[in-house]
């Protein structure tokens, strides 16, 4: 939805639309299908941190974490990626991905052409599957670290 859309636009299109998308999938017989999320969506207390600066807002957040549940709820076979904030940036094909990223310290930020090549490595290698993790810039070749999940 953007981050200048409010929470009704967003709640349409970041968790119905997802929703939407997940049920046509079923309806068509796709079995894989790889949603990407947000970091921290899986992290009510930051929900709450980041509704008190009043930036982005906990409503994105929930939408997000609610399609994610949906998604693993759904009985397709899913990846979930959590990337970072998003960059226009060229890829650098170096990523770092973990469950939980350890956000001290470090630029958060990952290109989308970095996110790009995570769903098209999570497609290749099937150990992506049912897993979800965070996606940041990193030191890690792109298909490697899917390898590595």
């Not at 639309?17 to 999320?37: D, F, H, L, W």
């Not at 226009?88 to 939980?100: A, C």
């Not at 970095?114 to 890690?140: E, Y």
Request: proline residues 1%.
């Amino acid at each position: 939805s953007g981050g200048d859309t409010g929470a009704d636009k967003t709640m349409m299109i970041d968790l119905d639309g997802a929703i939407k998308s997940i049920e046509a999938a079923k309806n068509a017989g796709v079995k894989r299908y790889v949603m990407i999320s947000a970091v921290n969506a899986n992290d009510r207390e930051y929900w709450s941190y980041n509704m008190e600066e009043n930036s982005i807002g906990g409503y994105y957040f929930a939408a997000k974490h609610y399609a994610d549940v949906w998604l693993e709820n759904s009985g397709l076979d899913y990846t979930i990626i959590r990337p970072t904030l998003l960059l226009n940036d060229e890829g650098t094909g170096k990523v770092e991905i973990t469950e939980k990223l350890k956000q001290e310290g470090k630029k958060l930020e990952i290109p989308r052409e970095d996110v790009a090549n995570l769903i098209v490595a999570s497609l290749d290698h099937d150990n992506s599957i049912g897993k979800s993790f965070d996606a940041n810039g990193g030191d890690d070749d792109v298909d490697e670290a899917v390898k590595g999940l």
